[in-house]
């Protein structure tokens, strides 16, 4: 197997993912079978234990995983002292080789390259073991199997104009000093490389030109595999890894003609997202792209109101009204409203009241996860009557519990003991719109991470009202999909669907989300119960039928900085 590592410099590049992606799809545009892997320099064990508002989104695989600790505590190390090298670094060094081979395509045997993005900034302490590790493991694999792109900031100074190469020289230098030696550069800049700049670092970097490649601002961040390919990235990469016998020219039309449609779109769709990390969007950062596939597949540009739940409770009508006014206001210009997970109690309220909102008011609802739980809480205390309904995770005493910890769950240890990973999901019926939305299945797969689920003793009385459980587990015990028949669409699902989208293949419940805000989810439902593709590829404008044809692709990008712009959608 070859192996493509991703590092990013001592100024950080504020794009090793973007980068790392990009290299995966291209390198798959080649003919080639791509696998991935993301790695996050901290200790712990479980990273749904870490805040989403200061480490972002923790975004959840098929699979689980183990550590150096639970080794030692076995007895692994029958005694001996466990030390960061060789102990942590060989055990980084197997890991990555096993879940590298991996197969991730629904193909036997492992993949041909396996790109990895190592997080954090060359010369952090965190960082060091794996380096160290990434060091051992290119020898381990050989020269011919391993090539580290080193993805690094070039400033421009504004008073001169002058592109700066030092802290890409000296992020090399430092990078080298621990034992890596990169073999190609990515260098994140607002404009094209200059020749003196691309000189200087080919002389300081010892690399050649060919191998130094400008990340430059561009209207959306899918336009990035495109430079990557007009600067031969995979060339380098072929040449580094031996590839070019086996690789052919990447095929990236139908990529092309996406990236492009969607620097056209300016009917917009405005989404009300309401949770409890607002404040940082990287922790929504799946949902976020989740909305902006289906909304490329709508042809809509999407706009993100950010809405603290709390805000929308009325404790913040006394204590903060211009926060409570801005809310609501916001809430009610939303075409669609969107509540995400999360844990604890804090804004569960205003997330009842934004369910409740979009049910009688008859605006397209998606909840996930949490979102799911309260609508159905906001159900039993608004049509059943239950004025106390909630979840036993909010109030352990309810007399009317909704929602309950799951019998398998653990309440001392709170790493490791979700319902987590892949899940299989049965529709009770063909007939509803999620059914619908996923081609007509009988079952599909996704992933999930929760403690609590709906309780299976009230099924029954929420049915006789009017809600209806279209998914549910093997069991029939455990609901996985919630619906509301008689509504525009109002969708709560047990599961993170989210983290299964992709640009050209959106998921089905956020592209029916996303479809009945803007008035297209009949055309969205005929589509998919046809097994016609939503890629935007196609670019069929649903209200009239006919094809738009995109720009000539440019090469001027000029806009973008690298980071979230506040709407959902990131350059």
């Known amino acids: 197997m070859k192996y493509v590592l991703v590092t990013g410099g001592v100024v950080s590049g504020l794009g090793k993912g973007i980068t ?25 064990t479980d990273a749904g234990t870490m805040s989403p508002i200061e480490h972002g989104e923790v975004y959840v695989l098929d699979d689980g995983g183990e550590s150096v600790i639970d080794k030692e505590r076995r007895g ?18 197997d890991w990555i080789e096993r879940v590298a081979h991996i197969p991730v395509d629904g193909k036997e045997g492992p993949a041909d390259v396996c790109v990895i993005e190592l997080g954090g900034t060359i010369g952090d302490i965190e960082s060091m073991p794996f380096i160290q590790a990434l060091g051992h493991f290119s020898y381990r694999v050989g020269a011919n199997n391993f090539c580290l792109v080193h993805v690094s900031l070039v400033p421009v100074l504004n008073v001169v104009g002058e592109q700066k190469t030092k802290p890409t020289q000296h992020s090399v230098r430092g990078l080298r000093s621990q034992g890596l030696s990169p073999q190609i550069l990515a260098c994140r800049s607002t404009m094209v490389l200059d020749e003196n700049a691309r000189a200087k670092l080919s002389q300081f970097c010892l690399l050649p030109g060919e191998n130094i490649i400008t990340l ?24 580094v890894l031996n590839l070019k016998g086996m690789a052919q020219e990447p095929d990236l039309e139908e990529w092309t003609y996406r990236a492009e449609a969607c620097d056209l779109l300016h009917e917009p769709v405005r989404i009300a997202l309401v949770g409890k990390y607002t404040c940082l969007s990287d922790s929504y950062l799946s949902v976020l792209k ?19 739940a709390t805000n929308l409770e009325d404790a913040t009508a006394k204590e903060n009204p211009d926060a409570y006014k801005a809310a609501w206001k916001l809430l009610k210009g939303a075409d669609g409203v969107l509540v995400p997970g999360g844990f604890g109690d804090r804004g569960v309220q205003g997330k009842i009241i934004a369910a409740k909102y979009a049910r009688v008011n008859r605006i397209p609802y998606l909840g996930i996860c949490l979102g799911m739980q309260v609508a159905v809480i906001e159900f039993a205390r608004s049509v059943l009557g239950l004025k106390d309904a909630n979840s036993t995770e909010f109030e352990p005493n309810t007399k009317s519990p909704c929602v309950i910890f799951m019998p398998e769950g653990s309440k001392t240890h709170m790493g490791g003991t979700m319902r987590l990973g892949s899940r299989r999901t049965y529709f009770q019926t063909k007939e509803c719109k999620s059914a619908k939305l996923y081609g007509g299945k009988s079952f599909i797969d996704e992933r999930h991470r929760h403690r609590y689920e709906v309780n299976p003793d ?32 109002f969708i709560g699902v047990q599961f993170h669907p989210e983290f299964k989208s992709r640009p050209g293949s959106p998921s089905p419940v956020f592209l029916g989300f996303i479809a009945a805000a803007c008035g297209q989810l009949e055309a969205v439902l005929q589509h998919s119960s046809r097994g016609v593709s939503n890629d935007i590829s196609s ?4 209200q009239n039928g006919s094809a738009t044809k995109p720009q ?13 712009n506040g709407n959902g959608l990131h350059y």
């Open 290 to 308: 989740a909305l902006i596939h289906a909304s490329v597949s709508c042809q809509k540009k999407l706009t993100v109101d950010w809405i603290s």
């Open 552 to 564: 000539a692709y440019r090469q001027e990008y000029v806009y973008g900085n690298g980071i979230g």
């Open 539 to 542: 670019m069929k404008t649903y």
């Open 76 to 93: 692994d190390y029958l005694g001996k002292t466990v030390q960061v090298v060789p102990h942590i670094t060989d055990a980084i060094q």
């Open 20 to 44: 790392a992606s990009s290299i995966g799809l291209l390198l798959k545009a080649c003919g080639l079978r791509v696998t991935a892997i993301k790695i996050d320099p901290y200790l712990n």
């Open 216 to 239: 430059y601002d561009v209207p959306n961040i899918w336009h990035i595999p495109l430079l990557l390919r007009d600067q031969k990235a995979h060339e380098a990469i072929f040449k």
């Open 458 to 489: 009230l099924v029954t009385r929420l049915e006789k009202s009017g809600l209806s459980f279209t998914g549910k587990d093997e069991t029939g015990q455990r609901m996985e999909i919630v619906e509301i028949p008689n509504h525009p669409y």
